[in-house]
């Protein structure tokens, strides 16, 4: 059995998620505010930080991308086809780079002050930080975010999937972190076509509905977040 300690709007998290959906891995979700640092949860992970894994009673494997190396040690190679990490040393490189990208770069600067500002502010009390979104690191998110867009719209063009020809972990990478974004109505498709067919494709899969049913409480989604023909 596995466990995942998670929040539903944790772009790494949301990432996990999607790998054990497209892998067919049944799993306990048990959601975490990080910034509370529960005893019981740093015990797991001393870095405080979602997501972690836990596989029955073995020990916590902590961080995105090393849950991602160890679902597709444990679990690729068993679906076949479906496997989401390609075999050929170079595709293999370059979808860890994009997940890189999407994890470190996207998240850092355009996604993650997103959430960060209007997601996670939003429950955290005033003592760890809570309060009023930081207007300026949203303008920053705002300003950086064409430049993504752009960059995996060539991709998208120019190739079946972002990392190739097949879904690899680079494709859920991204949608993961975009996915939170568009939540809160933040991401400019008609700026980009080529992304906007891509993420339909993504988010269409049967792996994405659980994030698509999600909601905030006191904010709930943009029009066409769970929209598959936006």
Known sequence: ??????????????????????????????????????????????????????????????????????????????????????????????????????????????VGPFVRERIYKQEMPASMGGGSPDSASLRAARANIGHHLRYFGYLAAARNWLAGEKLTFADLAVAAELSCADYLGEVTWATEENMKAWYARVKSRPSFRPLLSEKMLGMPPAPSYADLDF
């Open 1 to 110: 059995m596995l466990t995942l300690y998670h929040h539903p709007f944790s772009p790494a998290s949301r990432f996990i998620r999607l790998v054990l959906a497209e892998y067919g891995a049944k799993v306990e979700l048990v959601a975490e505010r990080p910034w509370e640092r529960r005893r019981g949860f740093l015990m797991l992970n001393a870095a405080g930080t979602v997501p972690v894994l836990q596989e029955y009673e073995g020990p916590p494997i902590c961080g995105a991308y090393a849950i991602m190396e160890y679902l597709d040690e444990t679990r690729g190679y068993a679906v076949g086809d479906r496997r989401l990490m390609p075999d050929h040393p170079e595709a293999r490189a370059e979808t860890r780079r994009l997940v890189d990208w999407a994890l470190n770069k996207l998240d850092g600067e355009v």
